[in-house]
């Protein structure tokens, strides 16, 4: 079983930051795991907002790209999102996600940390 485990969302005024955490546990060697955050706002459907891969490629949303930034900590096993300039249109749930790849063929979520950017 692997566990993702998100949290460091809350409500900021529009212009804020805010840094959201993925700590990843269980069956999965971190190392090994290419992760992605998605959001999800209310009557929308989920989207990639950005992803790292296990050798530390990045990539991101056009909506996002220049204001977040994704990160990982491999001692810590976490991958951060850093949301700086934040915009009322980023209210959203935001998971955290485990991406199949050649080392691991199952995809896992987890639970979601809510975001509310106020105007």
């Known amino acids: 079983q692997v566990q993702l485990v998100e949290s460091g969302g809350g409500l900021v005024q529009a212009g804020g930051s805010l840094r959201l955490s993925c700590a990843v546990s269980?069956?999965?060697?971190?190392?090994?795991?290419?992760i992605d955050w998605y959001r999800q706002a209310p009557g929308k459907q989920r989207e990639l907002v950005a992803g790292?891969?296990?050798?530390?490629?990045?990539n991101y949303a056009v909506s996002v790209k220049g204001r977040f930034t994704i990160s990982r900590v491999t001692a810590k096993s976490t991958v951060y999102l850093q949301m700086n300039s934040l915009e009322p249109e980023d209210t959203a749930v935001y998971y955290c996600?485990?991406?199949?790849?050649?080392?691991?063929?199952?995809?896992?979520w987890g639970q979601g940390t809510r975001v509310t950017v106020s105007s």
């Open positions: 996600h485990r991406r199949p790849n050649p080392y691991y063929a199952t995809e896992f």
């Open positions: 269980g069956s999965t060697t971190f190392s090994l795991t290419d």
């Open positions: 790292i891969s296990r050798g530390g490629e990045t």
